[in-house]
């Protein structure tokens, strides 16, 4: 059998004595290739295979309900590796809140100095991409909820909520 022309990568190759028909070459790529296109096409026309290809994610989970609950009893380190880095992600989440909900309108061209003070900062400076010193300090305010009644109600000496 003579040498053939791949319908991809167009080099000549050797088709196997075994197909054929084959039309494309044994290199990895086109190989690949040639399956993602197969799976399309079958996909387009054939219902029952399409039918196959949606239904076996879902009935694997129902076949496997406990995978999950099963993988976290017996790796509780990488529980602990993903509890650590959700609860880091939320970190960051809150600082990029916190930046994005600042008064100052153009922190770039402002002459103050603002420091990134406590855990996550780094992660917040390392992302700014104004030139100044930026300090956040992130203070937990004790929260006094809404004074009821008019500031002029408040009988004196009384922790009274301050405006700015
Ligand atoms: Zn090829």
């Known amino acids: 059998m003579g040498e053939r022309c791949c319908r991809y990568c167009h080099k000549p190759f050797q088709p196997s004595k075994f197909q054929p028909r084959q039309s ?40 496997n309900s406990n995978y999950w609950k099963q993988y976290r009893a017996a790796h509780p380190d ?22 994005n909900n600042t008064s100052a309108l153009d922190l770039k061209h402002s002459a103050a100095e603002v420091w990134l003070v406590g855990a996550g900062a780094e992660v917040l400076a390392n992302n700014n991409s104004a030139p100044g010193q930026v300090w956040v300090i992130e203070a937990h305010a004790p929260f006094r909820g809404l004074a009821s009644g008019s500031c002029k109600q408040h009988p004196s000496g009384s922790d009274a909520v301050s405006a700015g």
């Open 24 to 63: 494309v070459c044994g290199e990895s790529i086109c190989q690949r290739r040639r399956c993602t296109e197969y799976h399309r096409q079958k996909i387009a026309n054939d219902p029952e295979y399409r039918e196959v290809c949606r239904d076996s994610p879902r009935k694997w989970r129902v076949r």
């Open 78 to 99: 990488a529980v602990a590796r993903n509890r650590q880095q959700q609860e880091l992600r939320d970190h960051r989440e809150r600082l990029r809140h916190l930046a």
